[in-house]
């Protein structure tokens, strides 16, 4: 169980601070609710407490995870498929696993191909996306501003 002011990353909406923890009628039956405010979007959700796992909301990464992303950022490109639907699909699958390489790896991929080829409308959108997750999370683990996080991951981002 998190604690009140715990970092937590709720999958496709980035990481977020459990503000409080509270009791709410529902359904008949008294529940445990995480109130969660997310640091890129000013939204709050109540999320049950009994529904964590199944959500995926996870602890967001430590300090010593950081350099493992930075690294992803700067390996060369992944293959990706020439199919515009498989190699977007693969994407979202990567957003919704919740893991911070995988979605590393969706930033660093659409980066260098907007930078060589362009991306189409819904790519655009799904970069904005992975990369607001990705540095909602490195905001709240290097304590540093958007400014700077959004600089570094563009100075590992390198076309090879």
Not at 58 to 74: H, T
């Amino acid at each position: 169980m998190f604690k009140v002011g715990a970092k937590v990353v709720y999958p496709m909406h980035g990481a977020g601070i459990i503000r409080e923890i509270e009791e709410r009628l529902a359904a008949d039956r008294v529940m445990k609710y995480y109130v969660l405010s997310f640091w890129a979007t000013n939204m709050i959700l109540w999320l049950p407490v009994e529904k964590v796992e199944r959500v995926g909301l996870r602890p967001v990464i430590g300090k010593d995870m950081v350099e493992k992303v930075f690294a992803v950022l700067k390996e060369g490109e992944e293959k990706i498929h020439s199919n515009w639907n498989k190699r977007y699909k693969n994407h979202v699958d990567k957003i919704k696993s919740n893991d911070i390489l995988a979605i590393a790896d969706v930033v660093r991929d659409l980066r260098r191909r907007e930078k060589v080829k362009g991306l189409s409308t819904g790519e655009k959108k799904l970069l904005e996306s992975a990369r607001q997750i990705l540095v909602s999370e490195l905001i709240l683990v290097l304590e540093e501003d958007e400014e700077k996080v959004l600089a570094m991951i563009e100075e590992a981002i390198t076309i090879t």
